[in-house]
């Protein structure tokens, strides 16, 4: 069965880092775009960025745009996110996303707090 399991995230200063990680299982993961989603607290989904299937070609909503970075390593089945320059407004729980045969997949999602 389809699995994704992010990890990384955690609390960090304002101006700070991280890098968040999406382990996927159970489906060809070089043959699907990925995304980053997020949800802050008391607020809806919000689309971060997407990654397509060889990796070269990304998308940024542009709240992020120049702050983050998405990879992914096909040999490894992972998706990657560094996240530069953390605001306040970043905080969430982030999560990694696949739509496969019209079908979105979820992982369980992991929370970064950027906070002083």
């Known amino acids: 069965q389809v699995q994704l399991v992010e990890s990384g995230g955690g609390l960090v200063q304002p101006g700070g880092s991280l890098r968040l990680s999406c382990a996927a299982s159970?489906?060809?993961?070089?043959?699907?775009?990925m995304f980053w989603v997020r949800q802050a607290p008391g607020k809806g989904l919000e689309w971060v960025v997407g990654v397509n299937t060889g990796g070269e070609n990304t998308r940024y909503a542009d709240f992020v745009k120049d702050r983050f970075t998405i990879s992914r390593h096909g040999g490894e089945n992972t998706m990657y996110l560094h996240m530069n320059s953390l605001k306040p407004d970043d905080t969430a729980v982030y999560y990694c996303?696949?739509?496969?045969?019209?079908?979105?997949?979820w992982g369980q999602g992991t929370q970064v707090t950027v906070s002083s």
């Open positions: 159970g489906f060809t993961f070089s043959s699907y775009w």
């Open positions: 996303n696949a739509n496969i045969l019209s079908r979105n997949y």
